[in-house]
């Protein structure tokens, strides 16, 4: 359901019924122009999650739509990228032999992208080419979306004045060890190599994250790759960090995409959390390819 329509001669963009996650309507954006652009630029800051339905895209038309956001990453899991595309990375369940070509198991537990750098990417664009569906052709694989920046708007304020200007530490080594361990029978998939893990050391990042662009506050700790709160131990942080998820995720703050092919979907890594849902297998089949832009150090 729609409960807004911001519409003028640039764009039409119609936010869904919560604050952060909006449809852009009727256009191609391999068309669009500088000022079209800059609109859809300035909406995507303000909102967090943008998506257009539609869009008939080669894996060279995604890499050039998203170097108008800026430079582009190479994600470290380079196995899973396209060869003739480095910056692309590939999300899906369809196997070469035992392996899977993409990443099959990616994001299947609340998360922010790369929020386990020091300089994480500034937002990531999502292309669906298959979409897995059930028997009666309901399509499957949906993301669910949560922002961080509503959530810490309207966190209780004594915890959020507990936490203010304190920071976690994320292990991104550790959480995908334990779930390639979790995944080996279904989909097998090697250790991360030496030179992987050096790229991602263990790092203290803020438990509150500010947006480089609009100043809002976000809520940046994550159940993925947080383990610890400063000054307590992984068991004293556990009910603290429960406290924050439980709000960040509760129903009223959740944007549910149910994918279509075409699909260009863009989010932002500073408060836009989200979760793949895994209730699809072969030969149901998924197959989305994805770009990273750079970001800024957080603060």
């Known amino acids: 359901m729609f409960q807004a329509v911001r519409s003028n001669a640039k764009l039409d963009i119609r936010a869904c019924d919560n604050t952060f996650a909006c449809e852009v309507m009727g256009v191609d954006v391999k068309t669009l122009n500088d000022d079209q652009f800059g609109a859809l630029e300035n909406a995507f800051d303000e909102y967090g999650v943008l998506y257009i339905r539609g869009q008939e895209f080669e894996p060279r038309d995604l890499v050039d739509f998203s170097k108008r956001f800026g430079d582009l990453e190479t994600h470290v899991r380079q196995e899973y990228s396209l060869p003739e595309f480095p910056e692309i990375h590939v999300l899906s369940n369809i196997k070469d032999g035992?392996?899977?070509?993409?990443?099959?198991?990616?994001?299947?537990?609340?998360?922010?992208?790369?929020?386990?750098?020091?300089?994480?990417?500034?937002?990531?664009?999502?292309?669906?080419?298959?979409?897995?569906?059930?028997?009666?052709?309901?399509?499957?694989?949906?993301?669910?979306?949560?922002?961080?920046?509503?959530?810490?708007?309207?966190?209780?304020?004594?915890?959020?004045?507990?936490?203010?200007?304190?920071?976690?530490?994320?292990?991104?080594?550790?959480?995908?060890?334990?779930?390639?361990?979790?995944?080996?029978?279904?989909?097998?998939?090697?250790?991360?190599?030496?030179?992987?893990?050096?790229?991602?050391?263990?790092?203290?990042?803020?438990?509150?994250?500010?947006?480089?662009?609009?100043g809002r506050k976000a809520i940046y700790a994550n159940p993925a790759n947080t383990f610890c709160v400063e000054g307590k131990s992984e068991e004293e942080s556990a009910p603290v960090l429960q406290s924050l998820y439980d709000h960040l995720y509760r129903p009223e703050n959740l944007y549910r995409h149910k994918w279509q092919p075409g699909d260009l979907l863009m989010w932002d890594n500073v408060g836009a959390h989200h979760m793949a849902i895994t209730d699809y297998k072969l030969p149901q089949r998924r197959y989305l390819i994805r770009t990273s832009v750079s970001g800024t150090p957080v603060f």
């Not at 994480?120 to 979409?131: C, G, H, Q, S, T």
Request: net charge negative; charged share 30%; proline share 8%.
């Open 98 to 214: 035992e392996r899977t070509i993409g990443s099959a198991y990616a994001g299947d537990s609340w998360h922010l992208d790369l929020s386990f750098l020091k300089v994480p990417a500034r937002m990531a664009v999502l292309y669906a080419i298959e979409v897995p569906y059930d028997d009666c052709g309901n399509a499957l694989g949906d993301t669910l979306f949560a922002s961080g920046f509503d959530a810490y708007d309207t966190l209780d304020p004594k915890l959020r004045n507990e936490l203010e200007g304190k920071h976690c530490f994320m292990q991104y080594n550790r959480r995908q060890e334990a779930k390639r361990l979790e995944r080996i029978h279904d989909h097998p998939r090697p250790p991360m190599t030496e030179e992987q893990k050096a790229k991602t050391p263990d790092i203290w990042q803020p438990i509150f994250r500010t947006h480089p662009n609009s």
